[in-house]
C-alpha cells in the first residue's frame, strides 16, 4: 500500500504541500492500483453469490431430506401388514432352525451341524407351517452323505476291554486287602 502521510513542518526540506517521492510513484501507479480493486470487489462479489447460492441449495437440500425421513416415518408405521409378514418369516425361520437342532439331537455329535449343512430357509413352509417330514428326511440325508457326523451308536462299539465296573451284579467288593487275596487264591 502507499504511504499517504504528508510531510510534517519538522522535517527538513518537507512542506505540507508538498509530496513525497513515494507519493508521487503512488499516484502514478494508483489508476492500475484501483482497477486490481475493483476487480477483487467484482471477484469478491462473485464469491459471495456463489456462497450464498450454495447456502440456499444446501437449506433446500435439508428440507428436503427433514421431509423424505418424515414421510418414510409416516409410511413405515402404516405398512402393518409388510411388518406382520417379515415377523412372521423371522418367527417360522427359527421355529424350522428348532426342529432342524431337534431332529439332529442323538442322530448327530453335533446338532449344531446339522444347522450348518441343512438349507433352512427350503424347509420353512408358506404361512408359518412347518413340515416335520421333510425335516426328518433332510437330517437323514445329511447322515448318510455324511457318515462321520453321525452319533456313535452301541453297535459301533470296540467290546469289553475289561477295565471298568461290571454290569453282571456280581459279588460285593472285599472290604479288606487280606479277604482280596482270600478270594485271589480260593481259601
Not at 409410511?75 to 409378514?85: E, F, I, P
Not at 428326511?137 to 457326523?149: E, H, M, N, R, T
Amino acid at each position: 500500500m502507499a504511504d499517504t502521510t504528508t510531510g510534517t513542518a519538522d522535517e527538513p526540506g518537507n512542506d505540507q504541500g508538498e509530496q513525497t517521492k513515494d507519493e508521487r510513484q503512488d499516484q502514478d501507479q494508483g489508476e492500475p492500483k484501483n482497477n486490481e480493486h475493483q476487480d477483487q470487489d467484482a471477484t469478491s462479489d462473485d464469491q459471495a453469490d456463489e456462497l450464498s447460492r450454495e447456502r440456499t441449495a444446501r437449506e433446500a437440500a435439508e428440507r428436503e431430506v427433514a421431509r423424505l425421513r418424515r414421510s418414510n416415518a409416516a409410511q413405515k408405521g402404516t405398512d402393518l401388514d409388510a411388518l406382520r409378514d417379515e415377523i412372521r418369516a423371522d418367527f417360522t425361520h427359527q421355529l424350522v432352525r428348532a426342529e432342524i437342532r431337534a431332529a439332529a439331537a442323538g442322530r448327530l455329535r453335533d446338532p449344531a451341524d446339522a444347522l450348518a449343512l441343512v438349507d433352512a430357509a427350503a424347509l420353512a413352509g408358506k404361512g408359518g407351517d412347518i413340515d416335520t417330514a421333510a425335516i426328518a428326511a433332510a437330517v437323514d440325508q445329511l447322515v448318510k452323505d455324511k457318515p462321520y457326523l453321525a452319533a456313535e451308536s452301541a453297535s459301533r462299539a470296540w467290546g469289553d476291554v475289561g477295565a471298568g465296573p461290571r454290569g453282571d451284579g456280581g459279588e460285593p467288593e472285599p472290604a479288606t486287602p487280606l479277604d482280596r487275596l482270600r478270594e485271589a487264591y480260593g481259601d
